[in-house]
């Protein structure tokens, strides 16, 4: 997974999209950014696409930073490239059953209500820096990049997903009212 | 690479050594290292802008983290099965930070009014000067919490096992309340530590504690800490301003759309510790470490010591009476056989038939007891409250805290049970 097509990024520093994309650019992804209002222009250096039908190389995931309406216009958009992309990943907060059974049937893998930000920094412990759960445990040093960067690895034990049973439920019961 | 993801959880046992500790990555160090540093430096420019602004995951200063507390913080989270923690100067300031994230001058907080007598003066002065009001409710009467909610009501606290007196709180039946009034529930652990009950699995979106008692256990270190559940939907209503608001502190940033279920303890950290400053020294944090490493054995020493204890004391002829929830004749049994199954905790208090002049011979004969204000040691402690904490009261007073001029609170320690008896025997018949 190296190539990340983040759909609805901010020009704005102060927003988690814009943010998000940052730390996996640092983290060596070859991150796309796509926003219709800001195509030609760049964000970190990277050129900015309206479309995932404009970008001119192949993408592995396809980071979906909309609110979930408009998640499965995007997966549409994500099948009708060629080659497919393998994964769908729905940002923290977002979440379409809808558009995840879409791109299941096509074999897609999906993700929703997470961030792949805060999911790296589980799997690298950087996050557990701010106190984070990051329900990891291991006995191995964090393999260090430069930049003091920690890389993500799996040689850990990892406790199933990053929320705890008591937010899940939480969640799930939110979701009913 | 192959995806080593075994969905199971590890035990208790297995957290309490592990949870949060890595490795050093630099040295390879096993043991969490003591950070004994106030600062640490900027990759660059870029790096320390994004730090300031929340953007990425690091370390600026040991008021705002530190590495050595950001280990006890994922330790005790995890063991409270929490999203993430905080650790702070004290239990006192844990209780001060989270308030400051919920409350606005003029509201309402609803607290249990059997508590540690330290937060009942916390919340009738102190928090009356920042204008946040506590209504009393009684944990015995689970429905006068919902009766004291009003409009104004930001959260409701209660303690898991309350201290002194050996009181269970029923969390389930008061959780339910502050779900249906959409407001946080906060415990306080303190006295039974996860390894004995886990408020959150009973509706406690908010838990805090006091490390300097049996987590910490080894009567060594003050500290303080803040887990989040992950449970409260702070976006819901918008009447907690820190969590749904864009901040200006921080460039308009929305803590809880940015960091989703752990949104409260930063808030608590970014918001809270960061401007009022009660850190935790790494060398504290450092210390508790070590202490929660061996906490199921030591609490199940405890308990086994305490519940030894009071069967001794049911039966002397100078005790009048025993409150202990471990006792099956006490009121607290069937509460206790629900919310903390594993041992009711080492803090209790009984009453002596000499009354005043009894309770000042016995802390005054005692060789092995150390006579003194703290609770959760290795050692065992003991307590008379009307000729110390609670001197200044009247007798009515004290007798309604709990403190009447024949009670002794004791917090019994590691020794050997018989040494522990042998010690009451000598002080009471002396």
Redesign the interface.
Known sequence: MKSIALVGISPRDNRPSYFAFKYLLERGYRMIPVNPGQAGHDILGRPVYARLADIPEPVDMVDIFRAPQYALAVVQEALALTPRPQVIWMQLGVRSDEAAALAEQHGLKVVMNRCPKIEYGRLSSEIAWMGVNTRTLSSKRAKLLPGGIQRMSLDRTTMAGGATDASTRAQRNDEKT | ??????????GFS??AI???A?????T?ARATPIYQTTSFVF?DVD?AA?LF?L?????IYTRI?N?T???L??RV??LE???????VASGHAAQVIVMHCLMQPGEEFVASKKLYGGSINQFNHAFKNFGWNVVWADPDDVTSFERAITPKTKAIFIESIANPGGVITDIEAIGKIAKSAHVPLIVDNTLATPYLCRP??YGADIVVHSLTKFLGGHGNSIGGLIVD?????WS?EKRYPMLSEPRPE????VLH??F???AF??AC?VLALRDIGPALSPFNAFLILTGIETLPLRIQRHCENALAVAHWLVNHSAVAWVSYPGLPVDRYYGLARKYVPKGAGSVFTFGLKGGYDAGVKLVSNVTLFSHLANIGDTRSLIIHPASTTHRQLTDAQKTQAGAGPDVVRLSIGLEDKDDIIADLEQGLTA
């Open positions: 690479m192959t995806d080593r993801t075994p969905d199971r959880t590890p297995t957290l592990h949870a949060g890595q490795p050093d990555p630099t390879g990759e790096h994004s602004a953007q990425t995951f690091g370390n983290g590495p507390n950001a280990v913080e994922e989270a995890a099965g929490g999203t993430a923690g905080l650790a959150i699995e559940a992950g449970t409260f939907n819901r921080y460039q308009g940033i759309e940015t989703g279920n752990f303890a930063i950290r």
